[in-house]
C-alpha cells in the first residue's frame, strides 16, 4: 500500500531564508509524486510533479524538489522565501498506470508554512 | 478555460438530513474525484470515475456515502442521514487520463 509522510505540520521561516519541507514515500510500484500548496479557503493547486522524466523537478512560484529513490524521499525546496508563500503544503503519491498516473491520490498530513518578516 | 465547480460552497445542514453536493469538472476531462478534507483526517480520497468504467468506491466511508456521475460530466456526492463526524470541505477533482488533477474550491459541509 502506498503512503506519505510529511516530517513537521508545521514549519517557520523568516522572508528570504531556505525553505525545506519533508515528504517520504512509501510505494511497492515505482510512484508519481506531487506537491500541492492550498492558500486559506481555497482549493488544491499543483506546484510539481514527478512523472520519471528527471529526478529534479522545478515547479511554479520558484519551488523545485528532488526524487531520491535510496531514500524513498521527494523534499520540497525553494531558495527564498516569500511573505506570499505562507499555505499549506501537501505532499502526494499515486500509482503508476498505463499512459501516467493512475486512480486517487495519496495525501499526506500537510505541512503548514509561515514566513516572518 | 474555466476550472472545476463546485456548489454550493457551503452547506450547513441539521444531523440526520441528506445533502447533495455537485462538482462540475473541466470539460472533456474523462476522471473525475472526490476527497474529502477535515482536522482529524487530513485529505482522504472517497471514490473515483474513469470514463465508463465501474467506479472506485474504496474510499467511501460507509454506505450512507454514494456518488454518481451522469453523462460523463457532473457528479453529485449525497450523504444520507448526515452525522457529525461529517462535517468537513469536500474537494472534487478532475483530470484528463494519467495527467494531473485540478481541484475545486471545496463545499464546507457543516452537520449541526
Known amino acids: 500500500a502506498q503512503s506519505v509522510t510529511q516530517l513537521g505540520s508545521h514549519v517557520s521561516v523568516s522572508e528570504g531564508a531556505l525553505v525545506l519541507l519533508r515528504c517520504n514515500y512509501s510505494?511497492?510500484?515505482?510512484?508519481?509524486l506531487f506537491w500541492y500548496v492550498q492558500y486559506p479557503n481555497q482549493g488544491l493547486q499543483l506546484l510539481l510533479k514527478?512523472?520519471?522524466?528527471?529526478?529534479l523537478v522545478k515547479g511554479i512560484n520558484g519551488f523545485e524538489a528532488e526524487f531520491k529513490k535510496s531514500e524513498t524521499s521527494f523534499h520540497l525546496t525553494k531558495p527564498s522565501a516569500h511573505m506570499s508563500d505562507a499555505a499549506e503544503y501537501f505532499c502526494?503519491?499515486?500509482?503508476?498506470?498505463?499512459?501516467?498516473?493512475?486512480?486517487?491520490?495519496?495525501f499526506g498530513k500537510g505541512t503548514k508554512l509561515s514566513v516572518k518578516p | 478555460g474555466a476550472g472545476v465547480s463546485q456548489s454550493p460552497s457551503n452547506k450547513v445542514t441539521e444531523k440526520g438530513k441528506d445533502v447533495e453536493l455537485r462538482c462540475d469538472p473541466i470539460?472533456?476531462?474523462?476522471?473525475l474525484y472526490w476527497y474529502r478534507q477535515s482536522l482529524g483526517q487530513g485529505l482522504e480520497f472517497l471514490i473515483y470515475?474513469?470514463?465508463?468504467?465501474?467506479?472506485?468506491k474504496s474510499g467511501l466511508p460507509s454506505d450512507r456515502f454514494s456518488a454518481e456521475r451522469t453523462g460523463g460530466s457532473v457528479s453529485t456526492l449525497t450523504i444520507q442521514r448526515t452525522q457529525q463526524e461529517d462535517s468537513a470541505v469536500y474537494l472534487c477533482?478532475?483530470?484528463?487520463?494519467?495527467?494531473?488533477?485540478?481541484f475545486g474550491p471545496g463545499t464546507r459541509l457543516t452537520v449541526l
Open positions: 477533482a478532475s483530470s484528463l487520463r494519467g495527467s494531473e488533477q485540478f
Open positions: 510505494s511497492s510500484v515505482p510512484p508519481y
Open positions: 502526494a503519491v499515486s500509482e503508476r498506470g498505463y499512459g501516467g498516473s493512475q486512480g486517487n491520490l495519496i
Open positions: 470539460s472533456g476531462h474523462t476522471a
Open positions: 514527478y512523472t520519471s522524466a528527471a529526478t
Open positions: 470515475f474513469q470514463g465508463n468504467s465501474a467506479p472506485d
